[in-house]
């Protein structure tokens, strides 16, 4: 395994870091890199050749000069997975797990089917995160895999959210509204929090973009149940649980719709040379 340190004169923003990446990837997905966008330089930890590295940059304009290349051993090679990423949906997992667990609790107490909407809408995201946790340092491949399964997974608790409110629709039910609005305004505050830790990701790889989309429909899941039981509470009635629950299923099947058409762009896109704001016209 050999070592490289390259200069990279033009890059100079995140969008020149995914180009390299995204390179790297289809001339060896083993190669390990370690960005430095103050220096501009990148140290590659890799088995072909240094010239195809070199020649590779060339190809997409990123030129680059070798600043030095020697033998390592392998237990000399940094663990180099995106650690902050990895944090960050751990934190998400946390919180998303937690609040399935109240909500569906709560919301079989309630009656609700906004609750259990949002409860299986919650767990929907906590797969999201584990598998985007487990794809975190791997390979883009991987990473498109997991935003597809996770695609699939919120489409097929969608349907079943659906399937509960045709039940309550038939059989009856009655909604305890004060449950409704405070496990609602709790789930709220969760996915506000949620949606802070994840924004910094939100034009990252796909499989953080997908984080990025459960989180911000949550937030607008949350508010709508909020709003139904209000309604349930003046108006005496079911319906608009049974409204909300509704529409959060249909947002959690388009929101796995989403995904998986996300997970769908190849990766091997002609890589286009892009540029920054500070060094574009």
């Keep these: 395994m050999k ?25 060896d997905p083993s190669v390990k890199m370690v960005f430095d966008l103050e220096s501009r330089t ?21 030129p680059g000069d ?67 946790l487990c794809a975190v340092g791997k390979s883009i491949a991987m990473k498109h895999k997991a935003a597809y399964f996770s695609g699939i997974m919120q489409i097929s608790l969608g349907l079943l959210c659906l399937v509960e409110v045709g039940r309550k629709f038939y059989f009856g039910s009655e909604p305890l509204s004060n449950y409704m609005i405070v496990v609602s305004v709790i789930a709220l505050i969760a996915n506000l929090w949620c949606l802070i830790l994840i924004h910094k990701h939100k ?3 796909v499989h953080m973009k997908a984080s990025w989309i459960f989180s911000a429909n949550d937030v607008i899941v949350n508010t709508g149940v909020i709003f139904s039981g209000v309604l349930v509470y003046f108006l005496k009635s079911n319906v608009p649980d049974l409204v909300i629950g509704g529409i959060v299923s ?15 762009i190849k990766k091997a896109e002609p890589i286009k040379e892009s540029c920054c704001s500070s060094n574009c016209d």
Excluded: R, W
């Design 3 to 27: 070592k490289t340190k390259v200069k990279v004169d033009k890059m100079d923003c995140p969008s020149e870091i995914k180009m390299i990446e995204g390179l790297m990837e289809n001339l």
């Design 42 to 62: 990148v140290q590659f930890y890799h088995s072909v050749d240094k010239d195809q590295i070199l020649d590779s940059l060339k190809a997409i304009s990123l």
């Design 66 to 132: 070798l600043i030095s290349s020697q033998e390592v051993l392998d237990h000399d090679i940094p663990d180099i997975a995106p650690s902050v990423e990895a944090k960050t949906l751990k934190y998400l997992l946390g919180i998303n797990f937690t609040m399935f667990v109240v909500e569906i609790i709560l919301g079989f107490y309630a009656e609700s089917t906004g609750l259990l909407a949002d409860g299986l809408d919650m767990l929907a995201d906590s797969f999201v995160y584990g598998l985007s």
């Design 203 to 205: 034009d990252g790889e």
């Design 250 to 264: 249909l947002v959690v099947i388009k929101g796995g719709i989403s995904i998986i058409k996300l997970s769908k």
